[in-house]
């Protein structure tokens, strides 16, 4: 964040994931975009640092040459987040995943998210905990798409994932931070970072779920579903560090009455 | 000999290695990865790595995704 204008204020310390600072805790995925170059400049317009990935067969026969999600998103500038969106039990995720990490070089890092069924994309929490298990004694840094339960969310935090990331909504639905005194128990109990993962519709969503004190929030479809999706990436953005900041700075207590903010002392009238 | 490839049948010939069927796909030097009979193959390995009929092998690649 730019702290040029008000140099008494320290910036913020950045979102620590398996022991890696990242600046931006805003983290995206690069779906859905009506091409690779609006990709790229929403990417780019988001500040984002971590980019979650499918990993998805080669259509064979397809021109080889066509130019690749990793051109635009490169592993260099970015932290690739592969994922096992699609999979729908323990087996399948595991299996892309590893496939995932011979991809991207012995890269650790990965988002495991185990559905339920295609009407509510709801994690299927069993089949979750136990790729989770797996994949950590493998030897990955597991970042999980769960249920808003913080009962699921500690079994997963006891299992060695690196950071627990409840759905707000459903996937792609835009409905917004529907509970967020289940958020505020993950939040309160856990000792890795927590991540809203979906239902984000628009910035003020994302700046909620920062104002609750989730230390980070993954967006996809709330970006480029957007009518102008460069705009709402850099919204987005700013929504994120706003409500990191209103968390920071401590918000006043709701209260059902007013309060003047000019003193009553030395009227005129 | 027949094997699957993503999921469709694949001709190639006997003795061929995985260096040799991703040259084929056009895919060499491209970001992807190999898995056989579901155990992922590191690309240090492929060279002399031969398929037999009716393996199953996996080509993938990065893709947008959230």
Redesign the interface.
């Given at each position: 964040m730019n702290m040029n204008d008000t140099p008494a204020l320290s910036a913020d310390a950045g979102l620590t994931i398996a022991g890696k600072t990242y600046r931006s805790r805003l983290l995206v995925g690069s779906g859905k975009y009506k091409d690779l170059d609006e990709t790229r400049l929403a990417t780019e317009a988001s500040g984002a640092d971590i980019i979650t990935v499918a990993i998805r067969r080669v259509n064979i026969g397809q021109d080889p040459n066509a130019p690749s999600l990793l051109d635009v998103v490169p592993p260099s500038r970015y932290t690739i987040l592969p994922n096992t969106a699609g999979c729908y039990n323990a087996a399948d995720a595991v299996y892309t995943l590893q496939l995932a990490r011979e991809l991207l070089g012995g890269h650790k890092l990965v988002k495991l998210e185990v559905l339920g069924d295609e009407k509510t994309l709801f994690p299927n929490m069993p089949e979750t905990l136990k790729a989770a298990e797996t994949l950590v004694k493998d030897g990955f840094d597991v970042m999980v798409y769960c249920s808003d339960d913080p009962i699921q969310a500690r079994m997963l935090e006891d299992l060695g994932v690196v950071a627990v990331m409840p759905l707000a909504s459903l996937i792609g639905s835009g409905m917004g931070i529907l509970n967020p005194w289940n958020l505020s128990l993950i939040i309160e109990q856990s000792r890795i970072p927590v991540l809203v993962d979906a239902g984000v519709g628009t910035a003020s969503d994302a700046a909620i779920a920062m104002e609750l004190g989730c230390d980070g929030v993954l967006m996809n479809t709330a970006i480029a579903g957007a009518r102008d999706p460069i705009r709402m990436a850099r919204a987005m953005k700013l929504a994120v560090e706003a409500g990191r900041e209103a968390f920071l700075a401590g918000r006043i207590a709701r209260r059902f009455a007013a309060s003047p903010s000019s003193p009553m002392a030395g009227r005129v009238g | 000999m027949q094997i699957e490839?993503?999921?469709?049948p694949?001709a190639i010939a006997d003795g061929t290695d995985l260096v040799q069927l991703i040259a084929a796909?056009?895919?060499t030097g491209?970001?992807?990865?190999?898995?056989v009979n579901?155990e992922?193959v590191?690309?240090q390995l492929w060279a002399g790595r031969l398929l037999a009929a009716h393996d199953k092998v996996?080509?993938?690649?990065?893709?947008?995704?959230?």
């Open positions: - | 490839l993503n999921g469709k694949h796909l056009e895919l491209k970001a992807v990865a190999l898995a579901r992922v590191p690309c996996d080509v993938v690649k990065a893709i947008g995704g959230g």
